[in-house]
């Protein structure tokens, strides 16, 4: 199948590769000249495990190519997927300027009728809403379809050929049907549903990844209440197969381009439709409240922060990926400069990304060890799984005194304090 795919960032690049290498003939499209050109002499514009190798292989085979002109590729392909970006608006709801631009491109360009897949994250109702843009005009026939991503940074390119399942929303089954075949030899769930239903099921599914996230963080608080372990208590919680092990990680909070705006815009969509949807208040104030109380922390132990030497570990919002969007560890350092500490800090893919969000007198550091030389004492931030690994008797030398926040209890807290370390985490004494 011939496909068009229009916005090459997270979503639509790890799209276009992988529908390339199911052997499909893909064209993709981007505003960004420079990513284009970056992206035809075969390098990723970001990082992401597995990618680089793929869109070099299928580059060199032609099964991939990338324009910044639309009309160029448009009634070369019968199936165009959205990719753009959704931000969210002042009032938390998805800015949907992109998606319509690109609907009211295609009304204009193309020749033919298409089938329009929406792979963006977007409202209830948006699928109705571009079938209007599209069809504008009589004499073509378009169908909107809604096609929602489910990928993780960081295992994006795995998560395409392995997910979890595949929802298609389409109002005529045979449309559904068509767009669920261009996966045939991704074997998992397949699900064809209303458009409104897979819109809903995106959001929906990452609220609910983001309410387990505040759900394990508020134990985190009962926790150093109370004295018990939460690592322990995630566990035991999570061999409960009705509530499983994933994402009851206590730490600093979700960030991402997507949790902290998807629970937003739910709720405000919900609001929207005359529905106020408590649980996701409570949700994105839990998260807020958490990194705050990290910082809390630090301030409590170190005193004021004015002056004082801090490494950092990590800037990306999780390991794995260069993504800093809504990055707690970002936010951390913002705390940190505005209070006045001097802050050196390292992630293995971040820095070029943190660079354009953050400003003050940080110092960007060639490794790890470089951030705690004197230091007053050393953060993690990022679950980096390298960090985790670092040699502590090192780190012990080179710090001024052996203090570690860890936002991601990411260290084993028995051996670390065993090493003489003073060590902070969450939810554990
Ligand atoms: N990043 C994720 O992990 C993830 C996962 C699931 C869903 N999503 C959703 O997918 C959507 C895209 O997310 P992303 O992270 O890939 O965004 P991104 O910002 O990385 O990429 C968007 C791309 O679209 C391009 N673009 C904007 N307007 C365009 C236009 N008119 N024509 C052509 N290109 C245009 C931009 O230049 C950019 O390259 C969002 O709705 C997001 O919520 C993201």
Known sequence: ???????????????????????????????????????????????????DKLLKKNLANRRLSFTVSLAQVIDQSEIIFICVGTPPQPDGSADLTYVKQVAASIQTLSKQGKIVVT????????????????????????????????LREG???????????????????????????????VKTHKMVTSRETAELIKYAANAFLATKIS???????????????????????????????YFLKAGIGYGGSCFPKDVRALRQLSGGNGYNFRLLKAVIEVNNKQRQLFFEKIKKVLGSLEGKKIGVLGLAFKGNTDDVRESAAVDLIKKLVKAKAKVSCFDPQAVANARLVLNGRIRYCANAYETMEQADALIIATEWPQFAKLDFKK????????????????????LIKKAGFSYYSVGRS
């Open 215 to 245: 759900f394990i963080n508020e134990i985190s608080n009962v926790c150093e209440k109370t004295g018990a372990d939460v690592e322990e208590v995630a566990k035991g919680m999570g061999l409960d197969k009705r509530i499983n092990p």
């Open 1 to 51: 199948m011939k496909i068009t795919i229009v916005g090459t960032g997270y979503v639509g690049l790890v799209s276009a590769v992988g529908l390339a290498e199911l052997g499909h003939r893909v064209f993709c499209v981007d505003t960004d000249p420079q990513k284009i050109e970056i992206l035809k002499s075969g390098r990723a514009t970001f990082y992401e495990p597995g990618l």
């Open 119 to 150: 792979k963006s994250t977007v409202p209830i109702g948006t699928g109705a809403m571009l079938e209007q843009i599209l069809n504008k005009k009589p004499g073509r026939v378009f169908e909107a379809v809604s096609c929602p991503e489910f």
């Open 155 to 185: 295992q994006a390119v795995y998560d395409f050929f392995h997910p979890d399942r595949i929802v298609v929303g389409a109002d005529k089954q045979s449309v559904g049907f068509k767009v669920i075949n261009l996966f045939s030899a």
């Open 395 to 414: 780190v012990k030398k080179l710090l001024r005194q052996p203090i570690i926040f860890d936002g991601k209890n990411l260290l084993n807290h028995q």
